[in-house]
């Protein structure tokens, strides 16, 4: 089975700390995603990655950025959280050209 | 840009029964649709994905069904069973300028009742 684990299920930051949420996938998936997920808005696109050490902007990467320095791993980071990034993070994986998403089980970020 | 909705927030339906979970889309180019379950506390797990040149597709204990003229899908659960409660997003998928991506729904809460 396909796993994505995120490192951190739950974290508390306070305003204008520096987040890091990790990513790891173990089946060799080229494609990875950040996407963050709030009440009424559904899961919205932050980041994606088709290949190691390349990045796209999704919907709303504003506040947010990424790397990707190996295949497997996608990390997030926010340089200066804010309380509007209080929200439930989720990473997610695919194989190239193929159309399932496999997600992690997602990072809650309170910040305070 | 493209939207994705799902037409009721919550549906609760009695064990036993079938539940019926709708889901509109606006982009008519997109090329196909998943439908994900996510169980509190868990990410989003895959049920079943329909390409936009089919109008149904079947699994176990669940039926997509397609409507590209009004843009409309639904995601049918056979014999509803507790362990179905859970959050249904739709997503729609396909291959535009910025690649592979998908829009999501905002999800239907499935309340099963014993």
């Known amino acids: 089975d396909v796993k994505v684990t995120q490192s951190s299920r739950y974290l508390v930051k306070r305003t204008g700390e520096k987040v890091f949420l990790e990513c790891v996938q173990d089946m060799d998936h080229e494609n990875m995603f950040w996407y963050r997920q709030d009440p009424g808005l559904g899961l919205r696109l932050i980041y994606f990655s088709y290949d190691v050490k390349m990045k796209e902007k999704g919907d709303i990467p504003e506040g947010y950025s990424v790397s990707r320095e190996k295949k497997e791993r996608f990390s997030l980071i926010l340089e200066s959280a804010s309380t509007n990034q209080t929200s439930m993070y989720l990473c997610?994986?695919?194989?190239?050209?193929?159309?399932?998403?496999?997600f992690g089980e997602g990072s809650r970020l309170t910040v305070l | 840009g493209e939207s994705v909705g799902l037409h009721l927030p919550t549906l609760s339906v009695q064990e036993g029964d079938n539940s019926i979970i709708n889901c509109a889309y606006s982009?008519?180019?997109?090329?196909?649709f998943i439908w994900y379950k996510q169980e509190s506390g868990k990410g989003p797990q895959f049920i079943i994905d329909i390409r936009s040149n089919m109008d149904k597709r079947q699994g176990q204990r669940v039926t997509v069904l397609l409507n590209k003229t009004v843009k409309h899908l639904s995601l049918q659960i056979a014999a509803t069973q507790p362990g179905d409660s859970a959050v249904y997003f739709c997503?729609?998928?396909?291959?535009?300028?910025?690649?592979?991506?998908?829009?999501f729904g905002t999800g239907t809460q499935l309340k099963v009742e014993l």
């Open positions: 982009n008519s180019a997109s090329d196909y």
């Open positions: 997503a729609a998928g396909g291959f535009t300028g910025g690649g592979n991506k998908l829009t």
């Open positions: 997610a994986s695919r194989s190239g050209g193929r159309r399932e998403l496999f």
